[in-house]
C-alpha cells in the first residue's frame, strides 16, 4: 500500500512539473488575429501566451492561457478550468496553419479563421 502511495504521488508530482514547464513550442506570431466573420473576437498571441477574446452563448470570455503548438497544428491552451474545457475556450478546437489560426466547432463543424491583421499593434 505504501508503495502504491509512493507511486500515485510521483505521478502526480510529475504531472503537475510537466505542466507548469512553460513549453518551448511557440511558433505563431505575436501579434493581434481578427476574423472578419465576428469582428469583435481576436486572439493576442504573446511570446509564450495567447488571450482569447471570443464570444461563447451571448457572453464574452477574456481569458489568458500558456500555450503550445503540438506537431499537427493544434493549439494547446493551458492550464484550463475544466469549465472552461467544457463551455469556453476548450470547447472549440484551436489549430496553427502557418498563416492562420483556426477555430473549429466539434458540434457544428463551422470553422472560423482569425488572421494576424497587418499594421496591428503588435505589443499590445
Known amino acids: ?3 502504491l502511495n509512493v507511486a500515485v504521488f510521483s505521478v502526480i508530482l510529475l504531472s ?4 507548469s514547464r512553460v513549453p518551448d513550442n511557440h511558433p505563431i506570431p505575436v501579434g493581434t488575429y481578427f476574423t472578419d466573420r465576428y469582428p469583435d473576437e481576436e486572439v493576442l498571441v504573446l511570446q ?3 488571450k482569447f477574446r ?3 452563448n451571448k457572453n464574452f470570455l477574456d481569458r489568458q492561457y500558456n500555450y503550445t503548438v503540438l506537431p499537427d497544428g493544434r493549439i494547446q ?3 484550463m478550468a475544466s ?3 467544457l463551455v469556453g475556450v ?3 478546437d484551436w489549430y496553427w496553419d502557418g498563416k492562420a489560426i483556426i477555430r473549429q ?3 457544428t463543424g463551422e470553422i472560423v479563421k482569425f488572421r494576424l491583421k497587418e499594421g496591428a499593434d503588435r505589443e499590445r
Do not use: D, H, T
Request: glycine letters at 4%; a positive charge.
Open 1 to 3: 500500500m505504501k508503495l
Open 16 to 19: 503537475m512539473v510537466s505542466m
Open 48 to 50: 509564450s501566451e495567447i
Open 54 to 56: 471570443i464570444r461563447v
Open 77 to 79: 491552451p493551458f492550464p
Open 83 to 85: 469549465s472552461e474545457a
Open 90 to 92: 476548450g470547447s472549440y
Open 105 to 107: 466547432n466539434p458540434k
